[in-house]
């Protein structure tokens, strides 16, 4: 039986499609094809707002989906998080008018707009605070002054706050997308390994966009050096280079998949050890 699979309609997730796609996954449907056709995994594929997808999971209407945790906590869902993918991070903050005075403002009731109206109302009760909250429904940014004394919205970047004249006084949580799963749908040994399987690949994706396949030749002389330089994800891989029919080898090939981060100072360092024949190459996928 197809698993079933909910995106996020709208701004579809990108990096999501792009993982879906390196996985050799591809969705094919039209700008407004709510429904996409999947190749390459045997999937029933849904596009929905990204604020029903915990929901729906939770339901068992799907199986799988892709979601931002404060939508997962926004409607207090019971499901599985199988992996945080961390694409999209996004803060949810507590705005006021940048010329107001926070301090001041806690001491009278406040009026409060949010999209967030559970995540919200647990943050204000936190802190103890007088209000009436309001529920959003987008531009949610606009209310202040005249609408609201206080906003809680997500951003990225913050410059949407900034440009309404508003000022972050807090942060109430951060968020970003999470691979979830219904709960019962992990109980049924078909699906499972199936979901395990797609978990396996999309973290074979993302090992392989970390690294880069380090490949080298060096003399007999510098072997250990070279090998010890190296933070490979195990072991390096060493062949002796071929040098027809004199058995005596003039040295060694060296493989190892290193993490993007190191090979700036890495190989410079390979260099002065006495690796030659220094190349770097992409690795589509790591296991």
Known sequence: MSLKLV???GRINTKVLKLLSDCGIELVGGERDYRPQAYGFDFEVKLLKSQNIPSMVELGQHDIGF???DWIKERGCNI???KNLEYDPV???AC???DWDWQEMQKRKLIVASEYKNISAEYLNR???DYQLLRSYGATEVFPPEDADMIIDNTSTGSTIRANRLKIVDT???S?????ANVDVMKDTGKRRDIEDLLTLMQAVINGRERVLLEMNCANDVIESIVELLPCMRYPTVSPLYQGTNSNSPGFAVKAAVKKSQIRALIPELIAAGATDILETAIRKAV
């Open 127 to 129: 802190l103890g605070l």
């Open 96 to 98: 006021i008018p940048e």
């Open 91 to 93: 803060k949810i903050v």
């Open 67 to 69: 979601a931002g945790i």
């Open 80 to 82: 599985e998080v199988l």
């Open 172 to 174: 109430v949580m951060a």
């Open 7 to 9: 995106l996020p309609k």
């Open 176 to 180: 970003s997308t999470q691979f979830i």
